[in-house]
């Protein structure tokens, strides 16, 4: 690595696009990012959720990474043996629409290359293009340890993922059934149920007449997809509906189709839905299913692959669902039989896959039994084996679990898992661990299952086929379970609660201690983020133009437990401010003479040589320390951002530095560099890269030396010092308001004040050990302390703690001009007065307004009163006009 020790000096201002690059490529050469089992320290373990693939980096990974990153850069600081293990997901129905894609634009379908040599271009593809994001990742300064890349489709993987299918099928937890299940015929297979997304559109109700048997009236009922009436066998009304009771038993003609179908009575239709009369199609909806099942119904699937009617469905054959909807309701309506149709605002499942429609349909596919899963799983909840960050997401968490439905595992794609499974002569199933052999296939006419496996069933599996399994390696035995698991809440359901059954079933412990969920990242005012909006926004346009600290010191800084993240460039801007101001901060620390001779890591000056602004400094230090681990420690990486930013820009930078720059004393030297490198121990898991190229200049690092691989601030509490705190508190009160004063009076600098203290003995003792500082900070050219506002001249007051400030007015502004300012003032304040009385002194309003916004009216009006007194005496300190 080239040597940078004089870098930040020299640099005026802090250039990430040349840094960056630099240190992430050093860091990744020397091995800083690996680990191995048998390294010292209490093993911290996360795994990255594998992205698509397909993907690039977005600005909800962006999130995810810096979360995560911060979280094992922390654990490696304290000496744990922290290790972030990356990878993939092959991603079955997103990468094979890419490949696909590709040949649509070639003339070509997968159908034409057959599925070997397709097969052949999705890992050609994948060699060439995939694997992008992790690349991205990169540049976001993530350290995982990228010797122990997985993908959830290589050869290890693969074995974890058969081994796993031929494990629960042997335990009857794998079956093969004909049931209803979620068809997305864009994608051409099957979708388990989290798959699908729940979208409200604006539809019709269609009320349709089925004419009685008998040649009576018969029975209207109501749909909003009058296509599938074509697969209608019976028409449901609820028992204890007198409208229907003399129907129940009976029989109507099923209009288009011309055949008879039963009236049943069934406790779950909703009599006051429609008409309060339902037809049934089981075929098609999953209700009318289970409804079919109990009334023994038959089963007529109108619907092809594509979701077009077939030969069920009579004349209609061939038509697409919603042509066929059309027709169906014109020539009912030329038969007199569609009574009316409404407008209505309801729900439809649309396939997260391909946002198409989907079309529920009876087909024979693969399930998980998951009831047998999910009762451990609770119990690892409800006893804290697992939890949740925050924890109200618990709740919903258990509820799911303890209402699952056999999960669909098979899907009618070709790149994926293929299911282990072959049929011989007689349709008998085979399941094996390994390809049966050439003589095996031809004995038995053995036809392998062409369907391959849900892309969430090899992810399920990633706390631990990351570490080897099935394998019994040193990996697995230190490092599972993982410790914590880092994933938007949005996949609980679909993601966390699989790894958590399977883990349980398989290994016997939980695959993880903590779940901690983030939210989604939005923009400032709080909208999702969507191209038609046009508020994406890309996380690499932010780096190359901020630097990755100032990205992920926006996500971090706002980054609660399950809460969603708002983002703006502004904020962006702001973490580049932050980083400048850090590096200016370090070149001055830097540039004095003694510094070159102090060491950061060593001992502090006797306490009899450090001044009361020494103390103060490296009391905060010592106060943010602990509160900055307790953070780290507790995942709250937004509490630990926050205290560590108001420390090193308020504190250190922008009073401790100012104090000391008229020092010249070895004392002031060591604890500027002692602040300053653990200020940047504390800061490096959230800004690693300008922590890290200044941190290796301030301790003349070598290029085995690495802030990544230092230590964390250890616990100082000796160096508390609440005297030190209250004395540079006065002296901070004292220049801010005087400072404050100073631009309400636009003093320009050269002008000088001449101030009396008017405050207690224990207030006026603080202020005198810091009045030197106030002198030079505030532009005070006298300063004197009295228990009593002295009088005659005219002054202006400065509220202070436990008293004030009086300025002679003086040659200093002009008094007339300053008196017509107050009774401005004073004027405003009775305005904003008047305004709360009258507010308050409404009774509609007092009674019947939430409590908290009286309060917050009564508040005001108390402040008011109080800015009103002070004005008064402001103006009566001036005195009369002459």
């Known amino acids: 690595m080239t040597d940078t020790t004089e870098a930040p000096v020299r640099a005026k201002a802090y250039d990430p696009a040349e840094v960056e690059q630099r240190i992430y490529r050093w860091w990744e050469e020397s091995g800083f990012f690996h680990a191995e089992p048998d390294d010292p320290g209490d093993p911290f373990v996360i795994v990255m959720p594998p992205p698509n693939v397909t993907g690039s980096l977005h600005i909800g990974h962006a999130l995810t990474s810096a979360v995560e990153d911060a979280f094992v850069r922390y654990h490696r600081m304290i000496g744990d043996n922290a290790v972030w293990l990356p990878g993939m997901d092959h991603a079955g129905i997103a990468t094979q629409t890419v490949v696909e ?3 649509a634009a070639e003339g070509l379908t997968r159908h034409d290359l057959g599925r070997e040599a397709f097969l052949e271009r999705v890992w050609a593809w994948k060699a060439e293009s995939g694997g992008q994001i992790l690349r991205q990742q990169r540049r976001l300064g993530a350290s995982c340890d990228w010797d122990r890349e997985a993908f959830t489709f290589d050869e290890q993987r693969s074995r974890a993922v058969r081994e796993v299918f031929c494990t629960l099928h042997e335990q009857g937890l794998i079956y093969r059934g004909n049931r209803l299940i979620n068809w997305d015929p864009v994608a051409g297979t099957a979708l388990s149920d989290i798959e699908v997304d729940h979208e409200t559109v604006q539809g019709e109700l269609a009320y349709l007449r089925y004419p009685a048997a008998d040649g009576s009236e018969g029975v209207v009922v109501a749909t909003t997809r009058p296509e599938t009436m074509l697969g209608d066998t019976a028409v449901a009304v609820h028992p204890d509906d007198d409208r229907y009771r003399h129907l129940v038993g009976r029989t109507v003609v099923l209009p288009l189709m011309d055949r008879e179908i039963p009236v049943v009575a069934d406790d779950h239709v909703d009599p006051a839905f429609g008409t309060g009369a339902v037809k049934i ?3 098609h909806d999953p209700n009318d299913y289970e409804l079919g099942q109990r009334h023994g119904l038959p089963v007529v699937d109108v619907m092809t692959d594509a979701a077009r009617i077939n030969a069920n469905g009579g004349p209609y054959e061939g038509l697409d669902r919603y042509e066929a909807r059309a027709r169906v309701k014109a020539d009912l309506d030329a038969l007199g039989l569609l009574v009316r149709v409404e407008p209505i605002t309801h729900a439809v499942g649309v396939s997260s896959r391909s946002g198409v429609v989907l079309e529920p349909r009876l087909s024979d ?3 998980v039994r998951m009831t047998p899963l999910a009762g451990p799983a609770v119990a690892a909840m409800r006893d804290g084996r697992t939890r949740f960050v925050p924890e109200r997401a618990t709740k919903p968490f258990v509820d799911w ?33 390994e390809d049966p052999s050439p003589e095996l296939v031809e004995e038995l006419g053995l036809v392998q299952d062409p369907d391959v496996l849900d892309t969430w069933f090899s992810s399920q599996l990633w706390p631990f086929t990351t570490l080897g399994w099935p394998d019994d390696t040193p990996e697995l035995r230190a490092w599972y379970p993982n410790t914590v698991l880092e994933t938007g809440y949005d996949i609980n359901a679909i993601w966390v609660s699989k790894m958590l059954m399977i883990g349980l079933h398989l290994l016997g412990e939980v695959p993880f201690g903590v779940v901690w969920n983030h939210g989604l990242v939005r923009d400032q005012y709080g909208k999702k983020m969507s191209k038609s909006v046009g508020n994406v926004i890309d996380p690499l346009d932010f780096v190359d133009r901020y630097g ?8 971090l800084r706002a980054a609660n437990p399950g809460q969603d993240v708002p983002l ?23 540039a004095r003479p003694g510094v070159a001779a102090a060491d950061p890591a060593g001992a502090l000056p006797d306490r009899a040589d450090l001044r009361v602004e020494d103390r103060w400094i490296l009391s905060r230090l010592e106060a943010t320390r602990a509160a900055a681990a307790a953070a780290y420690d507790a995942y709250d990486v937004a509490e630990a951002t926050q205290r560590i930013y108001a420390f090193i820009w308020d504190e250190y930078c922008d009073w401790y530095l100012e104090l000391t720059k008229l020092r010249d004393d070895e004392a002031a030297d060591r604890v500027l560099a002692h602040v ?5 121990r504390l800061l490096h898991p959230i800004m690693p890269f300008v922590t890290e190229e200044l941190w290796r200049t301030l301790v003349r690092a070598d290029d085995r030396t690495a802030l990544i691989r230092a230590s964390f601030p250890a616990p100082a509490p000796e160096l508390r010092d609440e005297a030190a705190e209250a004395e540079v508190a006065a002296l901070q009160d004292a220049v801010t308001g005087l400072r404050r004063f100073r631009a309400t009076h636009r003093l320009a600098p050269a002008q000088r004040l001449r101030v009396v203290a008017v405050v207690g003995p224990e207030r006026r003792a603080a202020l005198a050990a810091g009045v030197e500082a106030v002198r030079r900070l505030a532009g005070v050219e006298e300063w004197t302390s009295a228990a009593t506002a002295p009088a005659g001249e005219p002054v202006g007051r400065v509220p202070i703690t436990g008293g004030e400030l009086l300025v002679a007015l003086a040659g200093l502004v002009d008094l007339d001009a300053e008196r017509a300012r107050l009774e401005a003032e004073v004027a405003r304040a009775d305005g904003e007065l008047e305004r709360a009385r009258r507010k308050l002194g409404n009774q509609g309003f007092v ?12 508040d005001k009006l108390e402040q008011w009163e109080a800015t009103r007194a002070q004005l008064a005496d402001q103006l009566a300190l001036l005195g009369t006009a002459g």
């Open 847 to 858: 009674a019947k307004a939430a409590p908290a916004l009286v309060q917050a009216e009564r």
């Open 548 to 555: 990755a600290d100032a990205l992920r010191y926006a996500l």
């Open 676 to 680: 300053l490198d653990r200020s940047l």
């Open 401 to 433: 679990l303890e209402n699952l439905h056999d999960w669909c595992i098979s899907r009618q794609l070709w790149w994926g898992h293929r299911i282990p499974a072959w049929y011989d002569r007689d349709g008998e199933v085979h399941v094996y661990r």
């Open 365 to 367: 596919q693969w399930f």
């Open 568 to 590: 703006a460039e502004e904020w962006v801007e702001g973490g580049r401010r932050f980083a400048n101001k850090l590096w200016n901060a370090a070149r001055f620390v830097l």
């Open 281 to 283: 199609t089981p075929a």
């Open 101 to 103: 894609r590709q040949l």
